[in-house]
């Protein structure tokens, strides 16, 4: 494998998993890190910014969601986008900090666009928190912790 195909598949697989589809990067972070062949730190590098990328796109479907809300393959159902938006409502801006977890993550950026969060302020707070669990899993594979 050329580290090219291998750091992009990482990548797409990265930003595939914060969108709303049915995908995870985890088991292609770990197995690239267990190769020995990478860069620990291009690894973790490329998963988060392809995950935060990802969040992106959500962040901007949701800018857009108005008019989309009702079709039928909207990718939040209604409670999703019902459960974020009390989330964020509760905890801001600062409820990014939980985009990295399962179920609600994905919602959660998507709501910060419908509710105008600054793209500025969403990168960073979804970046810093993507990059956590990057590396704490990368901590965990390579019994670091």
Known sequence: MTDFVAYGG????????????PVGSE?????????????VILLVTVASVGNTI??????????GIERFRERSWFPASPEMLDRASKWYHRYGRWSLLASWVPVIGDPLTVMAGVLR????????????????RYLVLTGITLNWV
């Open 54 to 63: 990802g969040s992106v796109i959500n962040w901007m479907l949701g800018r």
């Open 10 to 21: 990482l990548f797409l697989s990265a930003l595939a998993a914060a969108t709303v589809l």
């Open 27 to 39: 088991a292609a972070l770990v197995g690239l890190l267990l190769t020995d062949n990478y860069s």
């Open 117 to 132: 969060e600054p793209l500025w302020s969403f990168v960073l707070l979804v970046a810093a928190a993507k990059f956590g």
